[in-house]
């Protein structure tokens, strides 16, 4: 059905288009069904607007955060590619297609080599959603904490905190190399913050990692396994994209 706009409501009190108007964005006009507002009220409670408009929201409030660019954008389950029997990679595989057709839970793989496709099933999975209209982050490890860090060295920018809470709350989320970073307290500190948060909220979330179990902080793989998180080996040998 094709979306139907009407004048924005709030612009047409005020007399003229507001250029920062949270409900048109300065474009004085708004979805006929929700008004700008992105959802809708149903016998459930607030549903998503069909406009899509809480969709592009949360894209646009991940667009300076997301790590899914250049040629992880071409990343799909239909181009995957692997070298060694089929056997080694093919649990990995679905695993991450159905979590990525039905995004609930904690999804953790987790492989003690480098370069044996992790990080492209990750990108299928995020680009899968993003196609179905679903509001997903998909971060790279060491770039967050870099991303985290910058707020301490500029004032102009969000804190810390505010940064974190972006994370932590994206309604799915893909976690990409983690242990990657280069590891301090203070970053073993944001992952346990991050995870956590995630776990006790029941919010969707799928983790790469290259690290062997025990080498990841202890608080983080501790809470995933306790929390009946899906944990996988990828067996594959090294990737041929």
Known sequence: MTEQKITCPRCNALGYVDKNCHQCEGTGEVCSRC??????????????????????????????????????????????????????????????????????????????????????????AANYLMRAARPVLF????????????????????????RTERVKTAPILVLDDLGAEKRSEWTDERSYIIVNYRLEMGLPMLVTTNQPLHQIEERVISRLLNRGAVVIENKAQEYKA
């Not at 790279?140 to 004032?155: G, I, K, S, T, V």
Request: net charge neutral; with cysteine.
């Open 35 to 124: 008004r700008g507002m992105g959802h809708l009220v149903s016998d459930d409670g607030l549903i998503p607007c069909p406009c899509g408009l809480t969709y592009r929201r949360q894209v646009k409030q991940f667009s300076d955060l997301s790590a899914l660019r250049g040629r992880l954008l071409q990343c799909t389950f239909e181009n995957f590619k692997y070298s060694g029997p089929q056997a080694e990679t093919v649990e990995a595989y679905e695993a991450v297609l159905a979590w990525a057709k039905e995004p609930g839970g904690f999804l953790f793989i987790w492989s003690a080599r480098k370069g044996n496709g992790k990080t492209h099933l990750a990108a299928a």
């Open 139 to 162: 971060v790279n490890m060491p770039e967050l904490m870099d991303w985290l860090r910058q707020a301490y060295n500029d004032e102009w920018l969000e804190d810390v905190a505010k």
